[in-house]
């Protein structure tokens, strides 16, 4: 942080320290003190223990967990209010159902789904 304190100083930059978020991010499991203290001009960064990076959601130990279930929650409502405005005899047409479930629904289940999709092979998150 001191090397983006200085960055920050030469090219007369300022960061919103209020959107910087330090997060602790390990495999282990060990019982230590999770607890870290970063200063961004000498004031403490939250700590969080998921955060949201370039549309993807990201926990501690990075298995995507959170993703899969901010996805699937997303998608889930958007479906609810799919169905409630598609019928049998009235509401949404065939073709248009399939154009909305294109243009909203697929993209949100395929955005970096090669980096992510990983996740699917274990049962917990195949069930979200």
Not at 10 to 39: C, G, P, Q, S, Y
Not at 63 to 81: D, K, N
Request: hydrophobic residues 40%; contains cysteine.
């Amino acid at each position: 942080m001191s090397k983006i304190n200085e960055l920050s100083r030469r090219n007369k930059i300022k960061f919103k320290d209020k959107k910087f978020k330090a997060m602790l991010v390990a495999r282990r499991k060990r019982r230590e003190n999770k607890d870290i203290t970063i200063l961004l001009y000498f004031k403490s960064l939250e700590q969080v223990t998921q955060t949201k990076y370039l549309g993807k959601r990201l926990g501690q130990k990075f298995i995507f967990q959170e993703h899969v279930r901010y996805a699937a929650e997303r998608c889930t409502q958007l479906l609810h209010y799919l169905s409630r405005s598609a019928s049998m005899t009235w509401g949404l047409k065939n073709a248009a159902v399939a154009a909305i479930y294109k243009a909203a629904i697929l993209p949100i289940l395929m955005y970096s789904a090669p980096i992510w999709s990983e996740a699917l092979k274990y049962e917990h998150n195949r069930q979200m």
